[in-house]
Every structure is written in structure tokens, then in C-alpha cells.
């Protein structure tokens, strides 16, 4: 999962990352409206958009209407100080998808961020199956026949990538734009290596993770 937070209080930033990337989600921050915009503009691999609406240069609701105006499907998250039904309105009719007043329980948030991108993905539940590969979204446990796989994080996001796109083509671009923040150095050639050490724990029964050459990786079910 890729989130952007578009927050400037920067303790809750801080928080809002330290939550988020120990549930596993690669997180990217940005401290005002106009950079919001850009980076929605520039970057299509998000998964969802955490919203402060009250932020320095470009107000929350301004980005919110940029960003459906582009045809924009991505799932908004809105946080503000303002726990007016007005302003719950009016997010959400430009376009937030959720809406949380502050203070609020991280543990919400992560229950809420889940939920949003489960909508995203068209379902209702915290498990993607796979024959008999299932990966607990909220537990962050993968398991075959229900038998626990033990993965690492970066293989435990990269299985996610994958289930998420089961049957399609993956490119290792694609994969770098996933799992990866901004500044965060990762080779094509590690891409591989992680894909490498996932085939040996899930290729056991009827799953595999077909390359490819020169395109990507694509995870199939092998018909018995």
C-alpha cells in the first residue's frame, strides 16, 4: 500500500508516519496544499490520500476539487480541527471518501485506512485469496493451506503488490513505485532478489509467480 499524507502539523505528520509504516504501507509526506497538488499530479501510484483540509497555500478542498476534476479515483481520507456537519459536507461532496475530526485514535485511522482501501479494491474483506494463498491484510500474515508463511516486510508488501494484481502483469517499475518513498533507493536488481526469495516460500502448491522476461512478473494459479 502507498499512502501520501498531506499534513502540516508536523508531530501528527511524524505520528501519522511511524503508525502507518509499521502496519506496512510505504508512506510519502508533504507539508502544504501546493505540493499536495503536485505530487497527485506528477505520481499515479497512490493507494489513498490522507487530507488535512486546513493546509498553508492550498486549502484542502481546492486540492480535493483538482483532483476529481483530473477523473481521479483515488480514495481520500480528510482530517481537520473543524467538526462541523458543514464542513463534513462539503468535504465529502467534493470528494473525500472519509472524514476524521482531530484528536482522533491512530488505531481508528489504521481501521479506516484499511477500509478505504479495501473499497478501492472492490471488496469487503481484509483477506486477498489466492487458491490456497491468503494474506491478511489488517494481521499482515500470509498463509498457504492455512499454514503461516513467514515473511520478510518488504516480501510481505511485495506478495500484497502481486495479490492485488493477480493474473496481470507487474512491472519491476511498478514494483519500485509500490513499495518504495520518495528518496528510498531500491535496484531493479533488488526487485528481483525479493522476488526470488518470495517464489521459494509460496511456490509449494499451486501458486507461482510467472516472469515475464523483460516485462514482469505476473502471479498465477497453476491448473491441476
Known amino acids: 500500500m502507498r499512502i501520501l499524507i498531506a499534513e502540516d502539523d508536523q508531530v501528527l505528520a511524524d505520528a501519522l508516519l511511524r503508525s502507518l509504516r509499521t502496519s506496512g504501507a510505504a508512506v510519502d509526506h508533504v507539508a502544504n496544499g501546493s ?100 494474506y491478511d491484510q489488517a494481521g499482515r500474515v ?30 519491476k517499475d511498478q514494483l519500485v513505485d509500490r513499495l518504495c518513498e520518495w528518496g528510498e533507493e531500491v535496484s531493479l536488481n533488488a526487485i528481483e532478489v525479493y522476488i526470488h526469495r518470495l517464489r521459494k516460500k509460496i511456490e509449494k502448491g499451486p501458486v507461482r509467480i510467472a516472469t515475464v522476461r523483460g516485462l514482469g512478473y505476473c502471479l498465477e494459479k497453476i491448473q491441476g
Open 35 to 134: 505540493q499536495a497538488d503536485t505530487a497527485l499530479m506528477t505520481h499515479d501510484e497512490f493507494d489513498l490520500l490522507i487530507l488535512d483540509l486546513g493546509l498553508p497555500s492550498l486549502h484542502g478542498i481546492e486540492i480535493l476539487k483538482r483532483l476529481r476534476a483530473r477523473g481521479s479515483q483515488l480514495p481520500v481520507l480528510v482530517l481537520t480541527a473543524a467538526d462541523s456537519v458543514e464542513e463534513r459536507v462539503k468535504g465529502l461532496d467534493h470528494g473525500a471518501d472519509d472524514y476524521m475530526a482531530k484528536p482522533f485514535s491512530l488505531q481508528e485511522l489504521e481501521a479506516r485506512v484499511r477500509a478505504l482501501t479495501r473499497r478501492g479494491m472492490g471488496t469487503t474483506s481484509n483477506a486477498i485469496r489466492h487458491g490456497p494463498l491468503v
Open 142 to 171: 500470509a498463509t498457504i493451506d492455512g499454514k503461516m508463511i513467514e515473511l520478510s516486510a518488504r516480501e510481505l508488501g511485495l506478495l500484497e503488490v502481486l495479490l492485488q494484481r493477480a493474473g496481470r502483469l507487474v512491472s
